[in-house]
């Protein structure tokens, strides 16, 4: 079971590891496909979601397409999951049937159910608790506009959510530093950061003036995230933390904007921001397709020696 590879989180993999995935994506996406043509004929992942989505069904689905392989897609309203199939036993079902398995669901115990009982490899597709798939791409992106990824600072502002997470994991595993202004109540768990810290990641809370000084990537997430059920409160605490043009011109001037989206316009971004010059959050949502490519190649068949 132990020698399965599972994407399951950016601080369960090696920083080697990923940066090898993060190159295969950069290969698929110039065209040098590593492993050929059609490397995934023959081969189905699954793709089941327990929450809505527009980018990571249709990137899975057409990067497995494009290399040759095929998908089933599962909704939990319309699975036995919706009707209280254990995780257990789908992971033990879907297994005889798919050669991977890719799930968004609510609590990340779920993801590690799954992995625990599946004999094909497992990716996480979000949680509550993370996004690795995304801040793959992100990390993407951001190479492509600065050149790097080391040494470069990243301002998190608003809420401390699961994108959130994902960032934190990947701070010790890339180098790059990550100075995060949330407020109180909507911060990330202090011990990823401890965590994160231990590693060598540098990543700190702070308010919004230092988060975007000096900042080469302005990153926001929405207020209120799938599952969230205190929305009138998260709209309060978080309205001071709104990236508009103001929160830009406090960072570097050739600092890029970025948001996973979907977005909540005119809340977490201004139409402005989002739609000028300093955006790239269309390369990011491109780049799920790539990156994710690269996420499959390796659950399937390994990195390239
Ligand atoms: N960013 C992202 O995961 O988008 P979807 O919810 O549309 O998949
Ligand atoms: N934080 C958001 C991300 C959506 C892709 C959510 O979990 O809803």
């Known amino acids: 079971m132990t020698d399965i590879r599972h994407f399951l989180d950016l601080d369960k993999l090696p920083s080697g590891t990923l940066k090898d995935i993060l190159a295969l994506g950069d290969s698929e996406k110039a065209g040098n496909a590593p492993f050929g043509a ?34 089933v897609i599962l909704d939990a309203d319309s699975s036995q999951l ?14 005889r049937f798919v050669d991977a398995i890719m799930i ?20 996480n597709g979000l949680t509550d608790q993370s996004h690795p798939c995304q801040i ?3 990390l ?19 809420d401390g959510n699961n994108v959130s997470a994902s960032f934190i994991h990947a701070s010790p ?13 909507y911060r990330p768990n202090q011990g990823l950061i401890e965590t994160a810290s231990a590693e060598g990641g540098k990543v700190r809370m702070t308010d919004m003036d230092s ?32 990236v508009n043009s103001a929160a830009m011109a406090k960072a570097n001037k050739d600092a890029i904007f970025m948001h996973c989206l979907p977005a909540h316009r005119n809340e977490e971004v201004t139409d402005d921001v989002i739609d000028g010059p300093q955006s790239v959050v269309f390369d ?18 390994g990195l390239p020696s």
């Open 140 to 158: 993407m992106t951001i190479k492509e506009h600065k050149g790097k990824l080391e040494g470069l600072k990243f301002a998190w502002i608003g």
């Open 38 to 71: 059609k490397p995934l004929a023959g081969k189905t992942l699954a793709l089941i979601f327990e929450k809505p989505s527009t980018r990571t069904r249709v990137s899975f689905e057409v990067g497995m397409r494009q290399l040759g392989g095929d998908v």
């Open 104 to 123: 968004r669901t609510t609590d990340e115990s779920k993801l590690l159910e799954l992995a625990k009982y599946a004999t094909v490899p497992v990716i």
């Open 136 to 138: 793959m791409a992100d």
């Open 211 to 242: 988060a975007l000084a000096d900042a080469d990537v302005v990153v926001t997430d929405c207020w209120v995230s799938m599952g969230d059920e205190d929305a009138d409160a998260r709209m309060e605490a978080l309205a001071p933390y709104q």
């Open 82 to 95: 919706g009707r209280g199939e254990t995780i257990a036993d789908t992971a033990r079902v879907l297994s």
């Open 284 to 301: 990011e949502a491109e780049n799920r397709l790539h990156a994710q490519k690269g996420v499959l190649l390796y659950c399937f068949n």
């Open 173 to 185: 595993k890339f180098g790059f530093s990550l100075d995060m202004a949330c407020p109180a109540g």
